[in-house]
């Protein structure tokens, strides 16, 4: 039957596009198109040796298809209606926590969301789930597991649980709840009465935690406001014009938007009236903040309502649209492109014009036009926004990402957070070097790439004499360096402890205090964030 509403909606949509290709070539080449498409599936399902799943195949075509243009076109197709809510919302059904399989063992409790149904109910970090309403996890796969613990809002769901602080075993039931995690991940005042929102995403409703949180801010006498946007990749437009509906005029715009059609053109104006129009504002920024968070960070840079500090956005300015395709499946596309009050597109990758191994390049600085801010500053296009100040950001060595992308500290964080019941505040808590020393010990004992730059160079340096026959030529001088290089371990975990201790001190911290107090540890040791400070002071 399926296959069926499949190929009558490919013949009718082929049909009637070729009709109207009479008058248009272009039409034309897409009914061509679209009937060639469909015979070839008719064929398949019918002729092929095997047989063939149509609407699998159907959809790596379209995937392809979409693919070819940007990241950021897909199709969602009927059953994956509750990631197009994720996506406009951030809201889901369920028990609000991130969770990890572990095969032969059972579905981790990673990190309870604050406030959710998983805290109210006593899932803890390191707690282990063996059954989902009476069935076992364990020939479940991480979605599959997922999954099951969604469902409507009110809702119940049973677990049979081993107590990571206990290793006792008991029965929880959860009552579901709209999960929703907050825009504004932590709020506060900083040194010198300078107010400080870290902001993550623009979903829907997304502002009304920002005008809470700078609402409170004020109230706290805040003198000067810091919105940090890094790594903010973005979301709904027109959350992004709420906020700035916060601290501009009323009836200013902010972005306007081109495409194709009538129907994909807009300019949207700050509708309420402002909070403050007068507080000074410092946007923080860098590489990861995107689309919504580079509308912000330009309308404030173009209409000189603020400083730009950090490093130049990702450079994504295009604007996308949900569209319905049938079958209660929805086209998720790229609409047009946005501009900045000053009349600039940020985009920085040009997707319509491709290299010829089908890759796509950035646009060349000879490109760039030049454009001014409401007060004569001068301003660029075609690749983010460039701030006002450049700080940048601290770097991490290899051995830090690798411990991160193996979850080594989360590993020793839900650990810790077993032996220990409490600890101190988010913002004073810290390891001793005893407990630095067990963690060197623990992490000894895990896969990870403990190689430096360095050595990392080396080997391929090492490989490439190899295949080139230079390696047993030079063999006792590459042995000799290899050798210098070359640390263990337990030695690299110390000689990096000034890197790494910070960081598993914020994940020990996650595990108590959640996000909020995530983001209270990392601040201590944010050289952008006090480099920022120091600049508005």
């Not at 990890?100 to 390191?126: C, F, H, N, T, W």
């Not at 579901?176 to 902001?199: A, N, T, W």
């Not at 604007?319 to 609409?335: A, D, E, I, M, S």
């Not at 101190?424 to 005893?434: I, M, Q, R, V």
Request: hydrophobic content about 35%; charged content about 25%; overall charge neutral.
């Amino acid at each position: 039957m399926k296959n069926f509403k499949i190929f009558a909606a490919i013949l009718a949509v082929a049909a009637m596009t070729a009709v109207s290709g009479n008058a248009q070539s272009g039409n034309f080449k897409t009914g061509k198109a679209l009937e060639v498409q469909y015979n070839i599936l008719r064929e398949l399902s019918v002729s092929f040796v095997d047989t063939v799943d149509v609407e699998r195949l159907t959809n790596i075509g379209i995937d392809a298809m979409l693919r070819s243009l940007d990241p950021y076109t897909e199709y969602i197709p009927d059953e994956n209606e509750e990631d197009l809510e994720m996506m406009r919302t951030g809201a889901y059904g369920g028990i609000g926590s991130v969770i990890r399989k572990i095969d032969s063992v059972g579905v981790l409790i990673s990190q309870p969301y604050i406030g959710s149904p998983a805290l109210k109910y006593g899932l803890e970090p390191g707690d282990i789930i063996l059954e989902i309403d009476g069935a076992s996890v364990m020939p479940l796969a991480a979605d599959e597991c997922s999954s099951r613990m969604k469902g409507q809002p009110g809702t119940q769901v049973k677990f049979l649980v081993k107590k990571g602080r206990t290793n006792q075993t008991e029965e929880i039931v959860v009552t579901r709840e709209r999960i929703h995690i907050s825009d504004v991940s932590y709020s506060g005042i900083l040194r010198d009465s300078i107010g400080y929102i870290k902001h993550d995403s623009f979903t829907e409703g997304g502002h009304r935690d920002f005008r809470k949180a700078f609402t409170e801010l004020k109230a706290n006498g805040a003198k000067h406001l810091i919105i940090d946007l890094r790594s903010n990749g973005g979301g709904l437009v027109d959350e992004a014009v709420k906020i700035l509906s916060l601290f501009l005029p009323k009836g200013t715009t902010v972005v306007t938007a081109k495409g194709r059609t009538p129907k994909s053109e807009f300019a949207l104006k700050t509708e309420t009236e402002p909070l403050d129009t007068l507080i000074p504002i410092t946007v923080l920024v860098n590489s990861g903040s995107a689309s919504a968070s580079e509308i912000v960070a330009g309308a404030i840079q173009d209409l000189d309502r603020g400083t730009i500090a950090g490093t130049r956005t990702y450079g994504k300015g295009l604007v996308q649209g949900f569209r319905p395709v049938g079958y209660n499946g929805n086209l998720k596309l790229t609409t047009a492109k946005y501009y900045t009050p000053s009349g600039r597109c940020v985009q920085a990758i040009d997707y319509s014009n491709r290299n010829s191994d089908g890759s796509v390049g950035y646009v060349p600085d000879s490109l760039k036009k030049e454009f001014k801010t409401l007060k004569g500053r001068t301003v660029y296009d075609g690749g983010g926004i460039t701030p006002d100040t450049l700080i940048k950001s601290e770097t991490y060595s290899r051995p830090a990402y690798s411990l991160v992308a193996n979850d080594i500290f989360g590993e020793f964080a839900i650990e810790y957070y077993k032996k220990h019941p409490q600890i101190a505040k988010a913002s004073e808590f810290a390891l001793t070097d005893a407990e630095y020393e067990e963690f060197v010990n623990f992490a000894a004992t895990r896969e990870f790439d403990s190689r430096s730059s360095a050595q990392a160079q080396l080997d391929q340096m090492l490989k490439s004499a190899k295949s080139e026959d230079l390696y047993e030529p030079y063999k006792v001088e590459f042995d000799a360096l290899e050798k210098k290089l070359s640390i263990s371990k337990e030695e690299m975990l110390r000689v990096k402890k000034a890197e790494f201790k910070p960081l598993l001190e914020e994940e020990i911290v996650y595990k108590y205090y959640c996000a909020p107090g995530r983001i209270e540890s990392i601040i201590r040791n944010d050289v952008q964030l006090h480099k920022t400070l120091d600049l508005i002071k």
